[in-house]
């Protein structure tokens, strides 16, 4: 099986199908943590019932989510070694170390704090317990911090040099971690995350909404995650602009594919909004764009010349048709997760929050979108940076494993049929889990487990047991 | 360059230490799930996996550490060893996957818990293996040329190798029956023991063959081991594990409920000390080391920084976390 194929293309398409399923997990669970510890200090500070209901809610849903996640990244952290070896020796003195603090700072927190933020809290109290869920949060971004650091360094490489065995080293870390696009990254796909977040929170609030408008927990999380949208979906856009024009700077034939220029503009360039990019021979076929427009968005001025991929060796190109594409589906759902904000404020304003059935089907088709933009986004950015994985200075070809395509192809197959088999199901209990509207008395994952004794004396464990 | 050289030694130590906690905690978690099938009924189950569950997660990142830290200490070794232990690796993934996800996913189904259970039995199981066959592919020597893997994607597979994964399936299972002895009581204790003696006999049978083998894997071992004057310094470890091994048949007949667990752990600081004498300073047996596969100085000294400040900060709250789910776990009430 798999002979006469391209190992490369099957390592490729490996790393791209494994990191897929993960960034799923992460960009859901980084705003989710957030939004517990949220609910977690509004029921400290107002001891509503209700906060605490819907902590308890999400709290099981995040605990699933999250051993997806774990699971799913231990993959991505062998996944350099595995398929990527020479990636990996040439690297390793840069991007190793960021991964290792990322262990070192973020995986050990969130997981050391998990178990008493999902099972502790009668354990050690409320205030220790908000403790632990804070850890969490903190954890899930300061691994964002290091994950974006070390990828943003792979698109724009600074502050390195090269040893005598051909290896990147360090030759200054603060401009190795705080490379250029790094802190564009880390805002756009942060607040992706967020937006993601508040996309399911308000889809499920919508859901349980359309059957009964009175239920107070759905009601909540509804308004909660409708402002995060209004708010943040605009922020989003600017911070995404800002992204572009850094990697305008610094990535320019990744914008040219963005943009679909196969040709250079010398009096302000259009605006492509649709088309088919024709790779072979190297232009957009059945373009509707609008003139003049992107050196508009791109350079601020109407008649700025705007270079095209005709400047770029050939050699050098990224694939523009699915980097074209992607971003045009990043865009077009960001522009509607801005509607969906814009439309709530309408209604919240007019009163109609809770009773608008036409805002929560609205929202509940929204539920998934932010998923569906993180991915279009990722792969915007990372065929984009194609043919390199450190651009400009290490190309995908001389990255790899020196495997045959036959090992290459069987774990692939192998990756593609467990993931379906586990992460379908994961997801089926998910959409259980969020079919069932919050209750009164809302339980955590506690519910569903044994009894703990507590300590080690039998009385003491009597003790909880009777608190149950 | 000789600070280097120090940087290069205390890092392999970090990095032994990292695997070796790692051994030490998942080591019993995934016995559990090799120890799963002898455990048919469903109140049983939810025991065990409950002794675990609040902090399996925190146990598997040591791995990502070994790994992660590998990479970035010794980059040349990771991109070595990675391709050559291509499939046992991958078939390690697949099996925490499928482990992993089995202690959510069991709570969240009635129709598909068996499912489930198999899936953690299975994963632990396959995992156990790949990463014991993965030692004993490192042992016995890989096929380098210039700063790549040479040999073929089916070359860890030897008698040998299988005979290191079999070793681990009953060390591990070893470490999950005593930790079911130290966190369960009543009758799921009692078998617990019963199992403990016999895993107890069969891992003694194992670490016999293993070493008994390994000096007819290549003659530096021999030499390593046997040779005058090394074998002042290497005799003490088999008279320790003698004595380690008598002290665990006492905890055992007394049915002490700590001992057998961290007696057990002892075997296995031995062993890995064993393999430590065996290998070093090599990191790739005979072939590269960790001189050859160090990173730069600056990229050292930069992780030795967050080592030094939050590996101490991490083995604390670690503890926390165990301290906070200390004691038995019983089976609980209101729920069927």
């Known amino acids: ?37 949220v609910l977690e200090a509004l029921w400290l500070a107002t001891k509503r019932e209700v906060y605490i209901n819907l902590f308890n809610y999400w709290l099981k849903i995040f605990a699933v989510a999250f051993g997806m996640g774990v699971v799913s990244g231990i993959v991505m952290s062998y996944q350099f070694g595995t398929n990527w070896s020479s990636f990996a020796d040439k690297t390793g003195p840069v991007i190793g170390p960021m991964m290792a603090y990322e262990v070192l700072t973020a995986f050990f927190l969130e997981a050391g ?27 899930t971004l300061i691994s964002a911090f290091w994950i974006l650091s070390a990828n943003s360094w792979m698109q724009t490489p600074t502050g390195h040099a090269v040893n005598a065995d051909g290896q990147f080293v360090a030759a200054d870390w603060l401009k190795v971690i705080f490379n250029p696009s790094f802190p564009y990254r880390l805002v756009h796909m942060v607040l992706a ?33 409708m402002w995060m ?65 992107s050196s508009l968005i791109l350079k601020h001025s109407l008649d700025a010349p705007l270079a095209g991929l005709d400047t770029v060796p050939r050699e050098n190109w990224p694939p523009v048709p699915i980097t074209f594409w992607a971003f045009r589906v990043m865009v077009g759902l960001g522009f509607l997760i801005l509607g969906l904000g814009l439309f709530s404020l309408l209604m919240r304003w007019r009163g109609m929050m809770y009773q608008s059935q036409l805002l929560h089907r609205f929202a509940v088709l929204m539920g998934p979108a932010g998923f569906i933009a993180v991915l279009a986004g990722w792969i915007t950015t990372e065929t984009g940076r194609q043919p390199f994985t450190v651009y400009g200075l290490l190309r995908t070809t001389d990255s790899v494993s020196p495997l045959a395509a036959p090992a290459v192809g069987s774990s692939l197959v192998a990756f593609i049929i467990v993931y379906f088999a586990v992460f379908t199901a994961g997801v089926i209990y998910i959409l259980r889990l969020m079919a069932q509207p919050p209750h009164p008395g809302e339980q955590g994952p506690t519910k569903d487990l044994p009894a703990r004794a507590a300590g080690i004396t039998p009385a003491a464990g009597a003790a909880v047991g009777g608190a149950r | 360059m ?24 998942d080591g019993f978690d995934l016995g559990l799930g090799i120890l799963f099938p002898l455990f048919p009924q469903k109140a049983d189950r939810d025991v065990i996996m ?48 499928f482990r992993g996800v089995a202690f959510e996913f069991r709570w969240r189904t009635q129709k598909a ?27 016995q020597g890989i096929h380098v040329e210039g700063r790549h893997y040479a040999g073929g994607w089916w070359d860890w597979l030897t008698p040998f190798s299988v005979l290191t994964g079999i070793a681990l399936v009953i060390g591990y299972a070893l470490l999950g029956a005593t930790w079911l002895v130290m966190k369960t009581e009543g009758e799921l204790r009692d078998r617990a023991y019963h199992l403990s003696w016999m895993l107890l006999v069969a891992m003694l049978c194992a670490i016999g063959a293993v070493s008994i083998a390994t000096p007819f894997l290549a003659v530096q071992y021999t030499q390593r081991w ?40 002892g075997l296995f600081a031995l062993s890995y000390a064993g393999l430590g004498i065996s290998m070093y300073p090599y990191i790739v047996p005979q072939s590269i080391t960790i001189w050859q596969a160090a990173s730069p100085a600056n990229s050292q000294i930069f992780m030795l920084f967050g080592v030094s400040i939050l590996v101490p900060l991490i083995l604390g709250y670690t503890a926390w976390a165990y301290w906070v789910f200390r004691g038995k776990v019983r089976p609980g009430h209101g729920y069927h």
Do not use: C
């Not at chain 2, 899936?119 to 490192?138: D, N, R, Y």
């Open chain 1, 229 to 293: 949208a209004t708010l943040v979906a605009p922020i989003q856009i600017l911070a995404g602009d800002q992204h572009g024009l850094n990697t305008l700077e610094h990535q320019p034939a990744k914008v040219m594919a963005m943009e679909g220029h196969y040709q250079s503009h010398k009096d302000g360039a259009p605006l492509i909004l649709f088309g088919w990019p024709d790779q072979r021979d190297a232009k957009v076929k059945y373009a509707i764009e609008v003139p003049k427009l």
């Open chain 1, 193 to 225: 995350a967020y937006l993601t977040t508040s996309l399911v929170v308000g889809g499920v609030g919508a859901w349980h909404l359309l059957r009964d408008q009175h239920l107070a927990g759905p009601r909540v999380m509804f308004s909660m995650a």
């Open chain 2, 113 to 139: 818990r068996n499912k489930w259970d198999l899936a953690f039995a299975g994963g632990s199981l396959v995992a156990t293996l790949a990463q014991g066959i993965a030692l004993g592919a490192i042992l």
């Open chain 1, 1 to 37: 099986m798999f002979e006469g194929w391209d190992a490369v293309v099957l390592a490729r398409a490996q790393f791209a199908f494994t990191m897929s399923f993960h960034i799923v997990f992460p960009a859901f669970s980084i705003g989710l943590a957030s939004y517990l510890a």
């Open chain 2, 2 to 25: 000789s600070y280097a050289v120090d940087l290069t030694t205390i890092w392999a130590f970090i990095i032994a230490f990292a695997v070796f906690v790692y051994v030490v905690m």
């Open chain 1, 113 to 139: 704090f998990l178990g008493v933020m999902l099972f502790g809290l009668e354990r050690v109290g409320p205030r220790l317990h908000f403790v632990a869920t804070l850890m969490v949060a903190i954890g």
């Open chain 2, 226 to 265: 046997f040779a005058w004057p090394n074998i002042i310094l290497t005799a003490p470890v088999p008279i320790a594990v003698a004595a380690v091994t008598a002290l665990l048949l006492r905890a055992l007949s007394n049915k002490n409920d700590h001992q057998p667990f961290f007696l057990t752990l």
């Open chain 2, 50 to 97: 409950n002794t675990v569950a609040p902090v399996w997660d925190g146990n598997e990142t040591w791995l990502v550490l070994g790994g992660g830290g590998m990479m970035a200490a010794f980059p040349l070794a990771y991109a070595v060893l990675m391709p050559a232990l291509y499939t046992p690796m991958i078939a390690m993934l697949l099996g925490l996957v």
